[in-house]
């Protein structure tokens, strides 16, 4: 007898108030990962106060994005003033073969240096790049790293599919894959800037997030990322880490930090990895289904979350519970049925979250028999055994992947509201006898930047994780009698993070070079040696610059007065000077 689908399913179901306390659980988990953790809740030299640039500095900067699934290659051009803030130019999108990511480190970058070369050739064609400067670069690279400054990253143990070892110094590796491919007509390059995926996505979002309506107060309080992988990042202040985990130095923003020394940093949670399972446990969430996806993989209970969560994982979750379901029906072994199936459903990953992302009855691609027949043809099975789409397995097919979808929206949900719970960014709900209910000052939204493939495609996945955001929140102050609303934590779209955050980062790095610091008590002041109103570059194109022109020192005589600035092609400050009109 077919076992009945609703129950079937029952182990995934999750609901509001399911979200709502696994968002504590995961609130108390968090904290304690913050402050024993080597593993998560990893320090960027990063201060809260860069997230906020007083001024814009314009410029086209060199950068790149090593994301689970793509590389991107660009530059990002930065302007000044106008209703843009930036925009990305010759950008190049590859995908990262599976061969690239388990062969030996030298092979992933040179591929790597080859398209870097590539886009700085076209570069120095279209810009006029000097070819004889260093052009500095800033990276985002999607796994965790240690940080011991703005430039350098040493890797830790990888997700994702990749096998890269641990300890191997990321910056060497990106130039030295340049160097391989970079001809004589092209300028050497330096890695100025590192961050996390997730980390880039918040400066990006930060610099970018415009006024909403009147009457709103909103702001940028963490980036979230849920593609191939799923990891966010917030500021978090140093107290709340291990005196241990805490930065050698970290850098701020004259006039914008708070003089405290316990100044709020930008930290790349990593959330996903193990430390992070407890709670889901706890409340039952890990199926046996999950179990089994886990033991499969190339490192057990690494990131028992993301495989509930992420791009990668969550189309091979529907395919072994969909063989599960279909071994019950036919009463046959499950490796028996996986023999029946259409060849790529025998496999691991032969489902793809994203041919799920598109699997709807009411696709433009016909109905979900076609959908399949189109994907997974059966007419190479031979024998008794022979399998078809019926619109009953279509239908079992698509309700899994949607149970799947809902299961991994509420988790991020309750994630999103734990981690702003455990940094104080969602105060608990206060009762008519801790103040007055009847405020009139605006409304305060907690802004969440995200992106990733996964997040926007799989099925309702964004309109899911708001709804159950919405509704959490809406549970606990209704369990407050007369509490005051509590702030919105609202999703707001910030695609293309990774390789604009990493062109943002470039020119604070240039600043930054200039000076060293010993310990995390003394803090780099880059608007010291920045001046904003008058940095310029070579390279510039913004709405200002058309106004005048910028050229190296030659003739004493035009010279109306001198300016210091970073260039674009060089690390050392090269003396511009502006041209009388």
Request: charged share 20%; proline share 8%.
């Amino acid at each position: 007898m077919a076992p009945d689908l609703d129950n079937f399913l029952r182990p995934l179901a999750i609901d509001s108030r399911s979200v709502l306390g696994l968002s504590h659980g995961l609130a108390s988990t968090f904290t304690r990962l913050a402050a024993e953790s080597p593993d998560q809740f990893l320090p960027t030299p990063i201060s809260e106060s860069m997230l906020r640039p007083a001024r814009r500095i314009p410029g086209r900067f060199l950068a790149i994005d090593i994301g689970g699934t793509n590389l991107r290659v660009g530059f990002v051009e930065l302007f000044s003033h106008g209703p843009e803030p930036l925009c990305v130019l010759l950008e190049e999108r590859e995908p990262i073969e599976e061969h690239l990511k388990s062969d030996d480190p030298e092979s992933l970058f040179s591929w790597i240096g080859r398209h870097i070369a590539r886009t700085v050739r076209r570069a120095c064609s279209e810009f006029a790049v000097p070819r004889d400067h260093e052009l500095p670069m800033g990276v985002t690279f999607s796994f965790p790293m240690q940080q011991p400054s703005l430039a350098e990253a040493v890797l830790m143990p990888m997700g994702k599919g990749f096998a890269l070892k641990a300890d191997l110094d990321l910056a060497a590796h990106l130039v030295a894959g340049y160097d391989k491919h970079r001809a004589a007509d092209l300028p050497p390059i330096r890695v100025a800037a590192i961050a996390n995926d997730s980390v880039a996505t918040l400066v990006s979002f930060s610099y970018q997030l415009p006024a909403r309506d009147p009457g709103i107060r909103r702001r940028p309080a963490m980036a979230l990322i849920v593609g191939t992988g799923c990891n966010a990042t917030l500021p978090l202040r140093l107290s709340s880490l291990a005196p241990n985990k805490r930065p050698a130095s970290v850098s701020v923003v004259r006039g914008i930090d708070d003089s405290s020394s316990d100044r709020r940093i930008v930290v790349n949670t990593e959330w996903s990895i193990n430390g992070s399972a407890a709670p889901l446990r706890d409340l039952g969430l890990i199926t046996t289904w999950d179990e089994i996806l886990d033991h499969g993989g190339e490192r057990p209970g690494f990131q028992p979350l993301e495989y509930m969560t992420a791009g990668r994982y969550l189309g091979e979750l529907a395919r072994l519970i969909f063989i599960d379901y279909y071994s019950r029906t036919s009463g046959k072994t499950p490796e028996d049925v996986v023999l029946t199936l259409p060849t790529p459903l025998r496999h691991r990953f032969g489902l793809s979250t994203f041919f799920l992302s598109h699997f709807r009855p009411d696709s433009k691609r016909g109905s979900l028999v076609q959908q399949l027949d189109e994907e997974f043809p059966t007419e190479e099975n031979e024998g008794t055994n022979h399998f078809h789409w019926t619109p009953e397995l279509a239908d079992v097919l698509y309700r899994i992947a949607k149970a799947v979808e809902v299961r991994a929206a509420g988790i991020i949900a309750a994630a999103t509201l734990g981690l702003l719970r455990s940094t104080g960014e969602l105060p608990p709900p206060l009762s008519s006898i801790d103040g007055d209910v009847n405020r009139t000052e605006e409304e305060e939204e907690l802004a969440v930047g995200y992106t990733g493939g996964c997040i926007q495609h799989f099925l309702d996945y964004l309109d899911d994780t708001q709804r159950f955001i919405d509704e959490a929140l809406r549970l606990e102050h209704a369990a407050v009698s007369g509490g005051r609303a509590a702030p919105r934590v609202v999703l707001v779209p910030c695609h293309d993070g990774g390789l604009t955050g990493a062109g943002i980062l470039v020119p604070a790095a240039l600043a930054i070079r200039r000076n060293v610091l010993t310990d995390y008590s003394h803090f780099v002041d880059v608007m010291a040696v920045l001046p904003a109103d008058e940095l310029h570059h070579p390279m510039a194109t913004t709405r200002a610059s058309a106004q005048s022109r910028l050229t190296p020192l030659q003739d004493q005589r035009q010279v109306s007065r001198s300016v210091t600035a970073p260039c674009i092609s060089c690390y050392s400050p090269a003396p511009y000077r502006r041209l009388k009109n």
